[in-house]
């Protein structure tokens, strides 16, 4: 293991960051041309409540594939190079798309609804891996990076909404479009993004026993590992509502069509806000500062959307660094993994196996709090139980973020 730090690159100027920042643009916009077009067109091919179960059915799919997929291409990006995975992925979604958008049918589409859910996690798995390669070290330039790459991401899906809204020709053009962005990006990763693993620090690979719990290998390496890991998954859990949010939104706040495009619209763009100016003032403050006050700011958010629409519209724009809250644990994961000689793609593939059971989890959570609220008459506890895991992160920031001695 301090062969393979040894034997990393040292860290590097942030412009080599931009084409995979670029990438990373072209990616999330690609997908998002295609949000408005594949739930209609499975409607009208199937009915409302099939179309719906088969929705569900992929997301379940395909977060599932990621739990046992993932820890093993996180293993393999250390055999391989984070590049080629990157690359592979990218041209994977490219390829379904196009076919989508050769031929539309239902059955095209529920492929290319699984490879691109799943390879939304694997791509930030590999860039995940490139960033944490060049500045496992330094917690606080992890974060500044991981800020910019995550605001770009929430650009790239808003700006895809609103291009995807207006594209004519329904699900053809919106995945023909699609696939040329998937396709942009794929060539701009393998002709400008750097492999940041040298040849000299890759290590063989090592076929581990199926474990549906890898991410549980994290908890092995110490008391501030532990930690971090339960305030990641504290702060990731609300992220991973499924349905549940706009089916509120329609039954209880009696929004239309209109109205959650306003909401939708408006999270990912205060998501771009709040990581643009997340890294300048992680650098300017401190991770433990930073990270309370933007945990805070998204306690408002869910105070907000415990009352109605407006006060939830209100919370989000007053608690707008909220989305940038999961910043410091998933950087200081990588650092304090680093230091303890775990390679920086297990790292990744075990932080993506956590990450896509809280994607399996939250749908089946939410959908049971929202019954068993609405039973009792109070069927805003979804939002309640965000505000308790919140408080509950809140409080454990310090000690989970707090370096150890001799780190």
């Given at each position: 293991s301090s062969d393979l730090l040894a034997a990393a690159p040292?860290?590097?100027?942030?412009?080599?960051e931009r084409p995979l920042q670029i990438t990373a643009a072209l990616y999330v916009l690609s997908l998002a041309v295609t949000a408005l077009t594949a739930a209609p067109f499975m409607v009208e091919a199937l009915g409302t409540a099939k179309a719906t179960s088969t929705l569900?059915?992929?997301?379940?799919?395909s977060a599932a594939t990621e739990i046992i997929v993932a820890p093993i291409l996180g293993a393999a990006t250390d055999t391989l190079g984070r590049k080629l995975v990157l690359t592979g992925t990218l041209a994977s979604v490219a390829l379904v798309n196009g076919l989508v958008a050769l031929h539309p049918s239902v059955p095209l589409l529920m492929v290319s609804k699984y490879i691109s859910m799943m390879g939304t996690g694997l791509f930030f798995l590999s860039a995940g891996a490139i960033l944490g390669d060049k500045y496992r070290k330094d917690p606080t330039k992890l974060a500044g990076?991981?800020?910019?790459?995550?605001?770009?991401?929430?650009?790239?899906?808003?700006?895809?909404?609103?291009v995807g809204s207006q594209?004519?020709?329904?699900?053809?053009?919106?995945?023909?479009?699609?696939?040329?962005?998937?396709?942009?990006?794929?060539?701009?990763?393998?002709?400008?993004?750097?492999?940041?693993?040298?040849?000299?620090?890759?290590?063989p690979f090592k076929p581990r026993a199926f474990n549906p719990l890898a991410f549980t290998r994290l908890l092995r390496h110490g008391r501030q590992l532990r930690l971090l890991v339960l305030l990641s998954a504290l702060t990731l859990q609300p992220i991973f509502m499924g349905d549940f949010f706009q089916v509120y939104g329609v039954s209880q706040w009696g929004l239309d069509k209109k109205g959650l495009g306003v909401l939708f619209t408006l999270i990912p763009v205060l998501g771009a806000f709040a990581n643009i100016v997340g890294g300048p003032l992680i650098a300017r403050f401190g991770l433990i500062p930073f990270t309370l006050v933007a945990t805070v700011s998204n306690l408002l958010y869910w105070v907000g959307c415990l009352f109605s629409f407006k006060m939830a519209?209100?919370?989000?724009?007053?608690?707008?660094?909220g989305a940038a809250r999961t910043l410091a644990a998933s950087t200081m994961i990588a650092s304090a993994g680093a230091k303890a000689g775990m390679p920086q793609g297990e790292l990744s593939g075990d932080r993506a196996n956590l990450t896509a059971i809280l994607k399996v989890i939250g749908p089946l959570l939410y959908g049971q709090l929202f019954v068993a609220g609405k039973a009792i008459g109070a069927?805003?506890?979804?939002?309640?139980?965000?505000?308790?895991?919140?408080?509950?992160?809140l409080f454990l920031v310090p000690y989970a973020l707090r370096e150890e001695p001799g780190n």
């Open positions: 040292p860290p590097v100027e942030r412009s080599d569900a059915y992929i997301g379940s799919a990076a991981s800020s910019l790459l995550f605001a770009l991401v929430n650009g790239g899906f808003a700006v895809g909404i609103a594209l004519p020709g329904g699900l053809r053009t919106a995945f023909g479009v699609s696939a040329i962005g998937a396709c942009l990006a794929s060539l701009t990763c393998l002709l400008t993004v750097r492999e940041s693993l040298p040849l000299e620090a890759r290590v519209i209100v919370g989000a724009c007053i608690g707008a660094l069927p805003a506890l979804p939002f309640a139980f965000n505000i308790a895991l919140t408080t509950a992160a």
